[in-house]
């Protein structure tokens, strides 16, 4: 991401502020350690990321997978999953609510997060997944029609960085994690039990 060297947000002669070398399939961006909650959020940009991580304060890590490609093909280190230091329970993928490009599309953002989930569980059936989108008008308000969901007029989009901004740290928390009913759960573990209650602090890396 370039900035703009008087400090204040992307560099604004750019047409493309955002640049990526070679191809990040599989990978992330870790922010940080694991938690001791074991619960880790999966999100696109490293700016959404950064709002996560802020909201959360230590109740869940947070990988940025950089691109909606990213959701769709993160691959999970075995050591964090299995084995006798492994400590994650809970991956809940923090997916964008990106406006319908056309009918008969599916929104990319969702669709990438949704897959994305379906593969982990696949591939680690006794971890619990899910799959957390800024769509509910209980936490973000008027960015979304309150009947549809639809993104409001004048919006790309909503994602987390948007809600972290436009209705602060505690929506993010409530809809990433404190409201477990309104998360799309799959597989079987008992991560959503840590999601709905834990109250602790970053831990050490498994």
Do not use: Q
């Not at 929104?107 to 799959?131: Q, T």
């Not at 549809?148 to 960085?161: I, P, Q």
């Amino acid at each position: 991401i370039y900035l703009d060297p008087a400090g204040d947000g992307k560099a604004p002669d750019l047409d493309d502020c955002k640049k990526m070398r070679g191809s990040p399939a599989g990978a992330a961006c870790r922010l940080g350690p694991l938690a001791s909650s074991g619960v880790l959020l999966i999100c696109e940009g490293i700016e959404t990321g950064v709002a996560l991580l802020a909201a959360v304060k230590g109740r869940a890590a947070v990988w940025c997978v950089m691109s909606e490609g990213g959701m769709r093909s993160l691959v999970l280190p075995t050591d964090i999953v299995v084995g006798r230091s492994a400590t994650l329970k809970t991956v809940i993928f923090a997916g964008d609510h990106d406006r319908v490009p056309k009918r008969g599309v599916n929104r990319p953002g969702e669709e990438g997060a949704r897959i994305g989930a379906n593969k982990l569980s696949a591939a680690w059936p006794g971890l619990c997944v899910g799959v957390a989108l800024p769509n509910d008008p209980a936490v973000v308000g008027d960015m979304v029609d309150a009947a549809t969901r639809e993104v409001a007029e004048g919006r790309k989009g909503v994602d987390w960085l948007d809600v972290y901004k436009e209705r602060g740290a505690e929506a993010v928390r409530r809809g990433v994690l404190e409201d477990a009913a309104g998360i799309e759960w799959y597989g079987t573990g008992d991560g959503v039990n840590a999601v709905a209650s834990d109250e602790g602090g970053a831990g050490g890396e498994g």
